[in-house]
């Protein structure tokens, strides 16, 4: 346990290691990466908001410069944000 110890604290600890470790303790080892801040699909959502914003942005502008602009973006954004997060598979 020493040696696991060490390794971990000099950030060199291998899966293989706390495999063993969670072995020879009768465990089962579970590992996981947790956002920093917000939830999994935020995390997804978060590419998929930004382009959405910009196609949005885009069209709204194109349409205002023809004084045909509509309004309503923050709920196309996010209409926009739903169609291609179901289009990529991640909602």
Do not use: F, W
Request: net charge negative; proline share 3%; charged share 30%.
């Amino acid at each position: 346990m020493n040696y696991l110890e060490k390794s971990e604290a000099d950030y060199r600890i291998t899966l293989g290691s706390l495999r063993d470790a969670a072995d020879a303790l009768g465990c089962q080892l579970v590992y996981a990466l947790v956002p920093k801040s917000g939830s999994i699909q935020e995390l997804a959502e978060k590419p998929a908001r930004t382009k959405a914003a910009e196609n949005v942005h885009a069209v709204e502008h194109s349409m205002a410069l023809e004084d045909q602009a509509v309004g309503g973006v923050p709920q196309k954004i996010e209409e926009e944000t739903r169609r291609i997060l179901k289009r990529t598979g991640k909602e």
